[in-house]
């Protein structure tokens, strides 16, 4: 498999952006060939979006529909919210939840038109606990080849991407760093973060 990535642009998968997450129990469904059919997809409708043409604004849309295909986003929102979650309302984490994704497609975004040529190669996967961890290396010019590993789970009731390490690098884990950061500077207020949220980049 072939696309355009960069060490940087991974970090936008962390799209978006995912950690071992509270969900539902259920049975493990999957397959690893499924599971690494999901990341293949996912990467291949990335390069489609790179590839495209189109303004930034239009690319930051189409990244933030990938990110709601391919990702287990309310978790993963949940996730970057971290213990706050538990005193925001119902109607804070849904607003919470849609300006996470938008600002995930933009952060990362920006990145995506930076990449430079290079394949990723699909390597193995094999159930982790109750995960498939896909593995695959990315061979890019002028850089060593490094892993990046995708953890998918079907247990929201269909198959997701829940995490991705960068040569170990949790993503989700970092992401959450960020969010609480950007929360601490404005005083734990919640809205004011859903608000800034709808901006960031």
Partial sequence: ???????????????????SLAMPSGAFAMTTESASALV?????????????????????????????????????????????RRRASKSQLKAYTKAYQGYIARKYGKRFREFIGGRLELQSAKPVKKYVEVTTIAHLRGEAPFDVKFLVSDRSGREKFINMYIEGVNMVLTEKT???????????????????????S
């Fill in 178 to 200: 960020e969010i609480g950061s950007m929360l601490d500077r404005r005083g734990g207020d919640i809205n004011a973060l859903i608000a800034d949220l709808g901006k960031a």
């Fill in 40 to 84: 293949s997809k996912l990467v291949n409708d990335i390069n489609k979006v790179i590839a495209s043409g189109k303004s930034e604004s239009a690319m930051y849309r189409d990244f933030e529909k990938i990110f709601v295909k391919y990702a287990d986003v309310s978790s993963i929102a949940l996730v970057s919210l971290g213990a706050d």
């Fill in 1 to 19: 498999m072939v696309t355009d990535l960069s060490r940087r642009s991974f970090g936008a998968l962390g799209l978006g952006a995912c950690a």
